[in-house]
């Protein structure tokens, strides 16, 4: 990937700061883009360390304006646009009766609307080009019920759908578009769901009683298993790949 060019969403942490730093290690420019340029420094001295290249954008991807700014920047100032990988999102739990509409709004805001404001703004530059590959990390619960979990997942199949539309829509101009559907992975937005702080164990076991499996592979996903499946998609390795949506899940949702 030396030569080629990135925007990383969500980049602060988690699978999108995984995603980054693969990329960066592969020899790409990264433009990593996070709602606040704080949050972004400690990649950022990271990356630049190692010798990569990157540039921080703060912007949130629930503004068109924003978004458009900062890719506009990220062009400017790092070089046309191979890659996009949507990794920004959010987690509110809580049963659908009780569920607030600030929650569900918010939610969607950037987990939806989010991917279509930077996958418009950068694939809009990508299409005069003729090239580009795009992947919207996803989740496994788009495509099982997940208990409490009914915005997240909804929110994640509409990023699905969307991306797999994108990319039939852009496919005779050369660009690919994926998504990434990860199971329970090692960050912030899995532990938080546990008070105790012990993710591994629930989710390795699984719920009988919210009707949840466990994982069959026995762990829980490290950020950099699913960066992995993110670079193959975007490599030319996958160049006759689109319109796909990996499951990297252990096989917790039993390859549905």
Not at 36 to 45: N, Q, R, T, Y
Not at 200 to 223: C, D, F, H, K, N
Not at 240 to 247: C, F, G, K, S
């Amino acid at each position: 990937m030396h030569g080629r060019t990135a925007l990383v969403t969500g980049a602060a942490g988690g699978i999108g700061a995984a995603v980054a730093r693969a990329l960066a290690g592969a020899g790409a420019r990264v433009a990593v883009l996070d709602t606040g340029l704080a949050a972004l420094e400690p990649l950022v001295k990271e990356i630049e360390a190692d010798g990569g290249t990157v540039l921080a954008l703060g912007a949130d991807v629930r503004s068109g304006a924003e978004v458009d700014a900062a890719v506009d920047r990220a062009e400017s100032e790092l070089g046309p646009l191979d890659y996009l990988v949507n990794a920004a999102g959010v987690l509110r739990t809580g049963e659908v009766t009780g569920y607030s509409d600030e929650d569900w709004d918010f939610t969607f805001a950037v987990n939806a609307t989010g991917v279509f404001h930077v996958s418009r703004a950068v694939v809009g530059r990508m299409v005069p080009r003729r090239s580009g590959a795009v992947v919207t990390v996803a989740s496994n619960s788009a495509g099982v019920p997940r208990w409490s979990m009914a915005a997240y997942a909804a929110s994640k199949a509409a990023a699905t759908s969307f991306t797999r539309t994108l990319g039939l829509e852009t496919a005779r101009h050369g660009i690919r578009c994926n998504v990434v559907a990860p199971g329970s992975t090692e960050t912030p937005m899995l532990t938080s769901m546990y008070p105790d702080g012990d993710a591994a164990g629930p989710s390795v076991e699984g719920s009988p009683a919210t009707y949840r499996l466990g994982i069959p592979l026995g762990r829980i996903a490290q950020p950099e298993n699913i960066a992995h499946a993110v670079l193959f998609l975007l490599s030319d390795q996958a160049s006759h790949i689109t319109l796909q949506d990996l499951v990297v899940d252990g096989g917790a949702a039993l390859g549905a």
